[in-house]
């Protein structure tokens, strides 16, 4: 199942959208903001296809 989430990008502040699979529990990437292209680390969480938890943060 795949869910649009919006969030700011931590370097521009411009809100951007990604596509999340909720069918997978736990996911940790890396992609490159739409707006500035400054490389984002994404990590999230899913329940029964429910987001619980999204970080969008600076990759080091």
């Given amino acids: 199942m ?3 989430h919006f969030f700011t990008c ?3 502040w ?3 959208s990604v596509l999340l699979d ?3 529990e736990t996911q ?3 992609e490159d903001c739409e ?3 400054n490389p984002i ?3 999230f969480e899913a329940s ?3 987001l619980s938890s999204f970080s969008a943060d600076a990759a080091q």
């Fill in 48 to 50: 029964d296809a429910t």
């Fill in 35 to 37: 707006v500035c292209c």
């Fill in 41 to 43: 680390s994404i990590s």
């Fill in 10 to 12: 931590p370097y521009c």
């Fill in 14 to 16: 411009e809100q951007i």
């Fill in 2 to 4: 795949l869910e649009e």
């Fill in 22 to 24: 909720l069918s997978v």
């Fill in 28 to 30: 940790s990437y890396v």
